[in-house]
């Protein structure tokens, strides 16, 4: 959460890239340092261990503050760590 810039509770959309599946749900925070991403839940059954998932958040902004606007983009490794 943290690496990323996401808050507890904060809406996220989970895009499955091993099967295509698109959930929306929420965050949970888990044990820091951990590198674990679990989904709980009906949005278990969406996805297996060892498929490759993108977390996309979105905001609501005006249009200048939108243009300055720089995303948090994170590519952890296999082990779900950051280099």
Sequence with gaps: ????????????????????ERIETYTIKGERGSGMVCLNGPAARRVQVGDII????????GFEEAKTFKPAI??????????
Excluded at 74 to 83: E, H, M, Y
């Design 1 to 20: 959460l943290e690496a990323a810039n996401l808050l507890e509770g904060e809406k996220v959309q989970i895009v499955n890239v091993n099967n295509g």
């Design 54 to 61: 993108i977390i996309i958040s979105y905001a609501s902004m």
């Design 74 to 83: 994170i590519f952890p490794d296999n082990d779900n760590k950051l280099s």
